[in-house]
């Protein structure tokens, strides 16, 4: 199974805007609305940040949002603060073989 | 609280096997379909199964095809996975995640803390 393609790694400094890409194929990402993006710190288990695209769940940070066009989803992250250095994963349905497929994963440095 | 408790990850010779146990608590469990996924030390999330609320469809990833077996007992709130002819490159954190369907969820969603699956000789 191919994984979708994030950067290995992206930067900012505080206070700086970010954004996260996850690209995939019209049988995964550009062909459903199924996106979800996942924070995870060091020795912890993934969190949900992002589902459906665009929509936060309960509790998630409104600094956090999620956009797509076209077969590339797109996690943004306003205001970065030194807390939202972690890996950062995407995921998506896919219409193959394979029901789930993630990102190889991006990591965030806050410089 | 919501919470998902994996365990029976151990260090285990090639060619072994396994049972890893996902205990669930604080939500209605048989609303979900169930999900492991695992992560390789240093490296990033890998799906591995799928098993419907019911236990009547389970999917598996072509690595893993054929060896492991995912099942659940929802009158035990609890969720497994038997692994069999274990290979060295099964090694790593295996996470138990829901896919609430009552929501109609394409997402995971809670996780589990992980349990370490470690295949050597």
């Known amino acids: 199974q191919s994984a979708l393609t994030q950067p290995a790694s992206v930067s900012g400094s505080p206070g700086q805007s970010i954004t996260i890409s996850c690209t995939g194929t019209?049988?995964?990402?550009?062909?459903?609305?199924?996106v979800s993006w996942y924070q995870q710190h060091p020795g912890k288990a993934p969190k949900l940040m992002i589902y459906e695209v665009s929509n936060r769940p309960s509790g998630v940070s409104n600094r956090f949002s999620g956009s797509k066009s076209g077969n590339t989803a797109s996690l943004t992250i306003s205001g970065l603060q030194a807390e939202d250095e972690a890996d950062y994963y995407c995921s998506s349905y896919t219409s193959s073989s394979t029901l789930g497929v993630f990102g190889g994963g991006t990591k965030l440095t806050v410089l | 609280e919501v919470q998902l408790v994996e365990s029976g990850g151990v260090v285990v010779q090639p060619g072994g096997s396994l049972r890893l146990s996902c205990a669930a608590s604080?939500?209605?469990?048989?609303?979900?379909?169930m999900h492991w996924v695992r992560q390789a030390p240093g490296k990033g999330l890998e799906w591995v199964s799928l098993?419907?609320?019911?236990?009547?469809?389970?999917y598996y990833a072509d690595s893993v095809k054929g060896r492991f077996t995912i099942s659940r007992d929802n009158s035990k709130n609890s969720l497994y996975l038997q692994m069999n002819s274990l290979r060295a490159e099964d090694t790593a954190l295996y996470y138990c995640?829901?896919?609430?369907?009552?929501?109609?969820?394409?997402?995971?969603?809670?996780w589990g803390q992980g349990t370490l699956v470690t295949v050597s000789s």
């Open positions: 019209s049988s995964d990402v550009g062909g459903y609305n199924y």
């Open positions: 604080g939500f209605t469990f048989d609303d979900y379909a």
């Open positions: 995640a829901g896919q609430n369907m009552v929501r109609g969820a394409s997402w995971f969603d809670p």
């Open positions: 098993i419907s609320w019911d236990g009547g469809s389970t």
